[in-house]
């Protein structure tokens, strides 16, 4: 034990210097681990570690992905409440209220005060969190980072309840991390779970999919080569990539009908990427590649950077005939944009943090978007957890409408909205505003008048025609909205 110490305190100085903070936060967070270590003291986790070793490891993650010091400050200190008998007082008084409101957010609620199961005991814990997200969103990025290392020893726990916290991750946690634009995170938990909520389809991939990512590699390298000898030319700084897909999502878009298990069929299984400096070079950079390789037709661009995804992600996505004519995908961003991509909401966090230590907007600038720490997901997150009182209801909520997969359709005049899949124009009404649910006349799709329980597909432009006067919703609306907000505003009004 006392090996495994040394070694602890050695990534705990490591997390330190990775974290680059001045004296002060140092000084802070030297303290949260010496309390930490008391309060965990010779306790082990199943895998027979210290426990000490797994708010370090979920520390040292937030660092990576860039959060401040508060932050890192309460992953150190996030289960000393729950298991190292911590009041949320001493944190109060020892760490400062911000500090002590992030681990009180991840703090399981007693089993004593709920009659339920632990489905109970889970929707009422991440209830909790979300009142606290309403104040502080990094209470999110704390819990995200104890997910992820307790995916990553996953194994020391007993089946059942391996296959229980896998499936939660598959369903709460990835979605949460996609929403927050943290798609490295969402990958690597969604290949977790996907590893222990399918063993056997996961060892099958793995072998089935090796000659393919090998090909594509292989293929892709050698447009690489073209295409930096082509930007170079035009003195466009770059970097390009190979991107693998990863594991979960190639599953899945291998189970869609019209690919039908072909890998032949999955053209970006392994994409180009391209980073450049500034936004114009993306355009620039576009323009090389079509020069190279003739763009698919009816496949076509995707413009990210023009019209962002509501969650943040901006690039320019190309499918190209490739040499021999394969179709390859080739993906265009700024390094910004890119270190946004992986990290998302962290990222953007970093950034206010920086800025408001006085470190200048010229350095931090390169296209940078201002985030909208207001996410209207959070809002409504908050919302039904005032709400709804019942657990089901919430949870229902939780993963339909705010975490389930998202249609991208737009208004007349090219607002995005992000909507649950099956939405409809009703839906879409009330998501531009309640208010205009009482105004509706009828809808167009695309310039084209529908019924209104059409199904919403992306890249819809949808437009509500009104009435003069407001009117009463018609009760079978409720047959085919598929959202929350649609279906509790229409019941409010027709039950007055
Ligand atoms: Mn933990």
């Not at 991840?106 to 109970?120: E, M, P």
């Not at 009422?124 to 819990?143: Q, W």
């Not at 005939?321 to 970093?350: K, S």
């Amino acid at each position: 034990m006392e090996n495994e110490r040394l070694e602890l305190e050695k990534e705990f100085q490591h997390l330190l210097e990775t974290h680059n903070a001045g004296p002060v936060d140092r000084a802070l967070m030297t303290k949260a681990w010496e309390f930490a270590k008391l309060s965990h003291g010779d306790t082990l986790r199943k895998s027979g570690e210290l426990y000490i070793s797994h708010p370090l490891k979920a520390a040292q993650l937030l660092c990576d992905w860039g959060l401040d010091t508060t932050t890192i400050i309460a992953e150190l200190l996030h289960d000393t409440i729950e298991d190292g008998g911590a009041t949320r007082e001493d944190l109060v008084s020892e760490f400062g209220e911000e500090a002590a409101n992030l681990v009180d957010g991840v703090t399981k609620v007693s089993n004593l005060r709920l009659k339920g199961s632990t489905d109970n005991v889970f929707v009422e814990t991440f209830r909790k969190m979300v009142l606290v997200m309403a104040k502080d969103l990094r209470v999110v990025f704390v819990k995200l980072a104890d997910r992820t290392h307790n995916m990553q020893t996953l194994s020391a726990l007993p089946p059942e309840k391996q296959k229980r916290i896998a499936r939660e991750t598959l369903e709460i946690f990835a979605p949460l991390a996609e929403r927050l634009g943290m798609g490295l995170v969402k990958a690597q938990l969604e290949d977790l779970a996907f590893k222990h909520l399918y063993p056997e389809e996961y060892t099958k991939l793995i072998e089935d999919s090796k000659p393919f990512y090998k090909e594509a590699t292989a293929h892709t390298d050698k447009m690489r080569t073209t295409i930096e000898k082509a930007l170079e030319a035009e003195k466009i700084h770059s970097e390009v990539n190979g991107r693998q897909k990863h594991l979960y999502s190639l599953w899945r878009k291998l189970s869609r009908k019209e690919i039908d298990r072909d890998f032949e069929k999955i053209h970006d299984i392994v994409a180009l990427r391209i980073l450049v400096d500034k936004v114009p070079d993306c355009y620039a950079a576009l323009g090389i590649v079509h020069a190279l390789y003739k763009p698919v037709p009816n496949l076509g661009i995707s413009d990210f950077i023009a019209q962002p995804k509501p969650n943040g992600y901006r690039s320019i996505h190309t499918k190209v005939f490739g040499p021999g004519g394969r179709i390859v995908e080739v993906q265009i961003r700024t390094f910004q944009m890119h270190a946004e991509a992986e990290n998302g909401a962290a990222a953007h966090w970093a950034y206010a943090d920086a800025k408001s230590k006085g470190v200048s907007d010229k350095i931090l600038e390169g296209g940078h978007v201002q985030v909208d720490t207001k996410l209207t997901w959070v809002k409504e997150l908050v919302a039904w957890q005032n709400q709804l009182t019942d657990s089901e209801e919430f949870l229902k909520a939780v993963k339909f409408d705010a975490l389930s997969e998202r249609n991208f359709v737009f208004s007349p005049n090219g607002d995005v909205y992000d909507l649950p899949v099956g939405s409809t124009p009703v839906d879409f009404a009330y998501a531009v505003h309640t208010n205009l649910g009482s105004y509706i006349q009828g809808a167009k799709v695309n310039g084209k008048i529908v019924p209104l329980n059409k199904t919403l597909k992306s890249g819809d432009v949808v437009e509500i025609l009104k009435s003069k006067n407001i009117h009463e919703p018609n009760r079978d609306w409720l047959r085919f909205v598929v959202t929350t907000t649609a279906r509790r505003q229409i019941s409010k009004i027709l039950n007055k």
